[in-house]
């Protein structure tokens, strides 16, 4: 066990494995793999990759959720606007101007970190739960202002992927393995961007801020600055997985935007293990698979034979979750990332004794 | 001007609906630093339970909607005290876990409400006077809100007695001010947050029923649109402040009611940029302690 813990430290070998995790998740498109159970057929099938690159969606926004609540500790309850900027920007960009696809990225981009400074240095002028209600409030206003100008948004309906300028390789159905593709480096440069930032100085500071903002401008550090910076980074990556889920999904409707959407990335990075950020991705993986599977469970005939007290409940997939979720903030602080190191360093407990004061300090 | 008269009492009747779901937040973050996610389904929950009783009552007579909201402050004040018994006591003095757990409590309630009763709005009966209008000064106000008025002032009187002049009153007004220090005197405070909760529940439970005919229908999404505003109502009149929450509700109903009649329909939007307003200029919210 203190070999594999000694092995585990290197660099090198992290970073080997997690190399190994993104090559075999690109092979998966091209392998026959099927898993029971999990997953609604072979990995190969658009239908199967769909579900995968919308998990890869949902991990590249829960970790982008992690920078803000993991990292620097502010419990925004208005995620889901950012996302919404994405998506839907990017969709009002292709549909009314004639530009191509990355030029239309890179501009709903600027709108993005505009939209997330301006609203970010409001909402930071306050911390703690206020600063919770006034995100929560100024995505509700995004919520009416998305819903009442369906000439613009298409209201209730939801706005559709104008495809004129996307590349032919994103757009049919058989293309779903280009966008898993996508999907998955995505969330590759999104990892790595959130990683950068938590070891870089700013980063440094925004956890302190998390442990005690006091101290940090004791300490003649600027918090302000720090926290607007990471609202900024995490807004922004949530409007990049944004506008990937308007190119996976031909289209995006109001519910991006609604206050679910946001208690539900909430709920992701608890359930992964809040501050971890592998807790994220594996988090958005499992939830959406598991949304998946929970909804074809709902519907099939074994839950409908139940009697009414057992069928009800199963048969809403929310239900369910949000019953995991109490269970996992009541008796797994650490989440599923959290269950498993614990499992890991119990078994460990047969190594040294200087290993595991290494662990307890 | 009959307009303005109608504007006038028809925000007032939806501040009504929006104190009585934020008094009960309002003392619950006071008294312990929860923000009650959870709130909006204690209203829904005692609007239906309203509904059935009033449905098996016969719904128009005056004993059936008196029946619905005891039975939706009794649900709404039960369902409330076991959530803090059963979840937010284990996790005393961590306040996101607290707010976690309303949350998720939330997402199953209104699942679980789903699968119950559908996802389609249910339309009810009252009373016939409640749909009848009555003239004010030329214009023609649904009855309703003066039932609205008349029971949320009545509920506001209540909580304001309960806290003056009862032992609990007096524990939770202390507590609100200082807990440790209760706590060091040797008075349990825990039990009156189960208290307060129940106290918060059954508001939200009389606010379920009324709200359900104020707006003419229930449905699982009741609470969940009314919770919005009534956590704006409390941050703008400062977070535990009863008075505060109180004169909120009625400022932002009735300036609601305006810029939707004479801004296009802008109300909502109006709300939240209130609401920006005054956490820029007094960040505190209206009546809020300095933190």
Known sequence: MTAIRRLWAKPAVRWGLAGALVVFAAALPLLDLVVPGVLPGPTYTPGTLQILALSLIFAALALSYHVLFGVSGMLSFGHALYFAVGAYGLGIVLERTGLDLLPAVGLTLAGAILVAGVLGAISLRVSGISFAMVTLAFAQAGSVLIRRNPGVTGGEEGLGLATANVPDWLVGVADTRNLYWLALGVIVVVFLVVRWFERSRAGHVAAAVRENELRVRVLGLPPLRVKLLAFVIGSTLAAVAGMLFLLLQSGVTPRAVSADFTLTILVIVVLGGVGSRWGAVVGGIIYTILDQRLTALAGSEWVDALPAVLRIPLSEPLFILGTLFILVVLFLPGGIVGLAGRVGRRRATTGDARDRLEETT | ?291
């Open chain 2, 1 to 291: 001007m009959s307009t303005v008269v109608l504007l006038l009492i028809t925000g007032l009747g939806l501040g009504a609906l929006y104190f009585l779901v934020a008094s009960g937040l309002s003392l619950i973050y006071g008294l312990m630093g929860v923000l009650n996610f959870a709130h909006g389904s204690f209203l829904t929950l005692a609007a239906f339970l309203g509904w059935e009783t009033a449905r098996a009552l016969g719904a128009d007579s005056w004993g059936a909607l008196a029946a619905a909201l005891l039975v939706g402050a009794a649900a709404g004040a039960l369902v409330a005290a076991g959530t803090e018994l059963l979840l937010i006591r284990r996790l005393y003095e961590r306040h996101i876990e607290q707010v976690l757990v309303t949350v998720g409590l939330a997402l199953a309630s209104v699942a679980l409400f789903d699968g119950i009763w559908g996802t389609d709005p249910q339309f009810i009966r009252g009373p016939a006077w409640l749909a009848e209008t009555t003239e004010i000064l030329g214009a023609r106000i649904p009855n309703n809100r003066f039932l609205l008025i008349a029971i949320a002032i009545l509920v506001l009187l209540l909580i304001v007695l309960f806290l003056r002049f009862t032992r609990y009153g007096l524990i939770i007004r202390a507590g609100v001010e200082n807990r440790s220090m209760v706590t060091a005197l040797g008075i349990d405070v825990r039990r009156a947050f189960t208290v307060v909760f129940a106290i918060g529940g059954a508001a939200a439970g009389i606010g379920g029923v009324l709200a359900s005919h104020y707006f003419g229908y229930v449905s699982p999404q009741l609470g969940g649109s009314l919770l919005i505003f009534a956590f704006i109502v409390t941050v703008i009149g400062g977070l535990g402040s009863l008075p505060g929450a109180a004169v909120a509700s009625v400022v932002v109903a009735v300036l609601q009611q305006f810029a939707n009649f004479y801004l296009g329909g802008t109300g909502d939007l109006v709300v939240v940029l209130l609401l920006a307003v005054v956490l820029l200029v007094r960040p505190r919210g209206l009546f809020g302690r300095a933190a």
